[in-house]
Structure formats: structure tokens, C-alpha cells
């Protein structure tokens, strides 16, 4: 019988896939330290871990009998890819199944900065009963998404699925990706089985910057900033930033001092440069929208990658 170890965790959903299957899942939450040992008497052949468990050269050195490495999300930052699939094993993640839930949380950070309420719901608490009226005014140069650019950067899914929540606000949307040459058909589906397609092609990356009133980051981490001081400098006022791609993505201290400036009225970060600890610039930041790398923590999209893994697994144990 195959064995598994979905150390970070995996849905009921994927399990039940798997034991239907005839393999069997193990959800011991084993720390980094002892994971070698653990897998070598367990003779485990397949290793799931989302973002906590980090899978190096040491792992896939030390443990023969793994056949499987799973990443139950996009990314795979946290395992030695290439040296895995070197040594012969399958190296396996999830890019399609969480899209939509990160998409949604960038347009709550959007709603919630817009509407001031990041800030509201901070003070209400503490300031409500006594300060009603003062915190009505602050908050009365509240913003609507519609009829406002979005600027897009990165044309993979989660990019997508965030363009087609700005297309059914009724925002113009504009996006940025180096690799696409052509234009893509994007569809956005309604309840009951309508939908449109949109045709949307590449907008040079400055172009976009200058344009745009809300800008939401989808890429990968790269050798530099995608923005920084200059980017912010060229950015319209006031305008609105979201990272949940990855940490890295955003010069976090010119963040901080374009929003100090009053060039960028407010920014939302699922991730960050120094996770988990990120600065206390940012987490005592009152025109930051925070939230702790939730981007795919949705019911939703646990189910989907648990039951993607699980079928990428029986497929690749088929074929064995």
C-alpha cells in the first residue's frame, strides 16, 4: 500500500479520494527536525506540504523511499524542485485550485480600503460610542470600484480570475504580463449558465502604472522589486496597491513612504518580505489592509487541492 504524508494538512475530500484508492494517509504534523526520521520509519512515499514544511536537498537525500513531492498550492518556493525531479522523483502542486479564493481576498482588501473599513472596523471598537460622528466624517471620501482601472500584472490564473471580478464591477481593466504576445479571451461566467468573453492583450508595464487606480500583483518572486520607489513615483495619487503573490514582489519600505506621502492612499498585503514576522511598519500601518497568507485558505479551495493531489497521485501510482 502507498504512503502518505500530508504534513500541513490536507481536506477530508482529498483523503477520502485517496483511501478509495487503496492509499493510505497519514496526517501526523511532524516538525521540520524530525521529518527524516519520520519518513524513514514510516517508509512514506509521498511527502504533501503546503507552505510551512520546507523540502531540501536533505530531505530528498535522506529519505529513499519517497516516490512524491506535493505542494498543495501554486508556488514551490519551499521545495528543491529541479534537484527532486534530478533524482527521479515527481514533483506535483496545485496552480489552478486556489485561483478564484485569491482573487476574492484581493477584491476584499480593495472593498475594505476603498470603504475605510480596515480602519472602521480597527476604531469602531475603541472609539464608536464616543466618537460616532467624528469617525463618519474621516470616512466620508469613501471610494466605488466601478467605472475605475484596474491594472493587472501577471496574465497566469489567479491574474485571470482577478480580471474577470474587475469586468463584472464594470472597472476598465488593463494588464501587464512580458509573456504574452497575443491577445487572450478571457470568459466571465454568470448563475444559470450565461457568460461574455472579453479579449484582453498586454498593456506596456508603465503605461499601466501611470493608469491605473487600483493595481493587484500576480507574478512569481523575482531578482528585483516589480515596485518600488520608482514605480510609486510614477503611480497616479491615491492610488490603491494588493500583493498576494509572494513576498519580495514590493519594496516594503517605499511602500511605507509612498503612503506616507499621500501618493498611494492605501495598500493590501497577504504576504510579506520577512514571513513570518513581517515589519511593524506595515502591521501598525493604519492604510494597510493586513491578512496572514490566507490568499487560498478557502473551503473551497482545500477541497480542490486536496482531490487534485489525490488524482495526480493515483494517476502517477497507475503508471508505476
Not at 517605499?254 to 518580505?273: N, Q, W
Request: charged share 25%; proline share 2%; with cysteine.
Amino acid at each position: 500500500m502507498i504512503k502518505v504524508l500530508a504534513n500541513d494538512g490536507i481536506s477530508s475530500a482529498g483523503v477520502e479520494v485517496m483511501k478509495n484508492n487503496n492509499i493510505e494517509v497519514l496526517e501526523s504534523k511532524v516538525a521540520q527536525e524530525q521529518l527524516i526520521n519520520y519518513i524513514n520509519e514510516n517508509q512514506i512515499d509521498a511527502l504533501l506540504v503546503r507552505s510551512a514544511t520546507k523540502v531540501r536537498k536533505d530531505i530528498i537525500d535522506a529519505c529513499p523511499s519517497l516516490k512524491i513531492i506535493g505542494r498543495g498550492g501554486v508556488g514551490m518556493d519551499n521545495i528543491d524542485v529541479e534537484y527532486a525531479k534530478s533524482k527521479g522523483l515527481h514533483v506535483i502542486n496545485t496552480p489552478a485550485a486556489s485561483s478564484r479564493s485569491v482573487a476574492e481576498l484581493v477584491f476584499g482588501h480593495f472593498f475594505a480600503i476603498a470603504r475605510f473599513l480596515h480602519d472602521a472596523n480597527r476604531k469602531m471598537p475603541l472609539e464608536g460610542d464616543s466618537k460616532f460622528s467624528e469617525l463618519k466624517k474621516s470616512y466620508a471620501k469613501a471610494t466605488e470600484l466601478a467605472g475605475k482601472t484596474l491594472g493587472v500584472v501577471g496574465f497566469g490564473r489567479i491574474g485571470i480570475e482577478t480580471i474577470k471580478i474587475g469586468l463584472a464591477l464594470g472597472m476598465n481593466v488593463i494588464v501587464h504580463d512580458p509573456f504574452v504576445k497575443d491577445k487572450k479571451e478571457v470568459q466571465l461566467d454568470f448563475f444559470g449558465g450565461k457568460s461574455i468573453t472579453f479579449e484582453l492583450g498586454s498593456t506596456d508595464f508603465d503605461e499601466l502604472i501611470k493608469q491605473s487606480d487600483f493595481i493587484s500583483l500576480h507574478v512569481p518572486k523575482q531578482k528585483e522589486y516589480v515596485l518600488g520607489q520608482k514605480q510609486f513615483e510614477a503611480m497616479k495619487d491615491g492610488v490603491i496597491i494588493a500583493n498576494a503573490a509572494r513576498g519580495g514582489v514590493i519594496d516594503e519600505e517605499a511602500l511605507v513612504k509612498a503612503i506616507e506621502s499621500g501618493k498611494v492612499r492605501g495598500a493590501a498585503l497577504d504576504v510579506f518580505e520577512n514571513e513570518p514576522t513581517p515589519k511593524v511598519s506595515l502591521l501598525m500601518n493604519d492604510k494597510i489592509s493586513l491578512s496572514p497568507h490566507i490568499g487560498g485558505n478557502t473551503l473551497e479551495a482545500q477541497d480542490r487541492i486536496g482531490e487534485e493531489l489525490a488524482e495526480q497521485i493515483i494517476e502517477i501510482v497507475s503508471k508505476s
